[in-house]
């Protein structure tokens, strides 16, 4: 059975629908953790789901459904932010992830070099570190090396 919250009429065939996605991610999950012989515990199916997946739990009927929960990995959240500034956060960087996937260009607009999306993934990259635990940015200094990388592809 599912939360009623999760079913609506789908517009186009009248017929009324269930959204089970993260049911069913779970489940995949699951199977794939079955099929390569591994025990099944949380930590493992955590492991296993997509990106896909951590996104959809900021959408409102998942959202709600999980009585808001998800928001609480963002201890340092800023105030004035929430579900809906996350939720586009973590959709920017998810398309931007699948344009890479795809092979599709990243740095140019037209036919002239252009880092804008580049540059404001980066930001979001860094906002959703920072409000989980700002002691990460830290780390993440270290390693990053976007900005030089932008800035020597300005220069050409």
């Given at each position: 059975?599912?939360d009623?919250s999760l079913?609506?009429t789908n517009?186009?065939?009248?017929?009324r629908?269930?959204?089970a996605y993260?049911?069913n991610?779970?489940?995949?999950?699951?199977?794939?953790?079955?099929?390569?012989?591994?025990?099944?515990?949380s930590?493992?199916v955590?492991?296993e789901?997509?990106?896909?997946?951590?996104?959809?739990?900021?959408?409102?009927?998942h959202?709600r459904l999980l009585?808001?929960r998800?928001?609480q990995?963002?201890a340092?959240?800023?105030?004035?932010?929430?579900?809906?500034?996350i939720?586009?956060e973590?959709?920017?960087i998810?398309?931007?992830?699948?344009r890479?996937n795809h092979?599709?260009p990243?740095c140019?607009?037209?036919?002239?070099?252009?880092?804008?999306?580049?540059?404001?993934?980066?930001h979001?990259i860094?906002?959703i570190?920072?409000w989980i635990?700002?002691?990460?940015?830290q780390?993440i200094n270290?390693?990053?090396?976007v900005n030089q990388?932008i800035a020597a592809?300005?220069?050409?």
């Amino acid at each position: 059975m599912s939360d009623p919250s999760l079913t609506h009429t789908n517009k186009k065939t009248g017929k009324r629908e269930t959204n089970a996605y993260l049911k069913n991610e779970v489940k995949k999950a699951e199977n794939r953790l079955t099929r390569n012989g591994a025990a099944i515990t949380s930590g493992r199916v955590i492991a296993e789901q997509t990106f896909g997946f951590w996104t959809d739990l900021f959408e409102v009927h998942h959202y709600r459904l999980l009585g808001g929960r998800p928001i609480q990995i963002f201890a340092a959240l800023p105030s004035k932010y929430g579900r809906k500034e996350i939720l586009q956060e973590l959709h920017l960087i998810r398309r931007f992830r699948n344009r890479i996937n795809h092979n599709e260009p990243i740095c140019f607009h037209q036919n002239q070099i252009d880092f804008s999306t580049a540059e404001a993934v980066h930001h979001s990259i860094i906002s959703i570190f920072s409000w989980i635990d700002p002691r990460t940015l830290q780390f993440i200094n270290e390693l990053d090396t976007v900005n030089q990388v932008i800035a020597a592809g300005k220069s050409l």
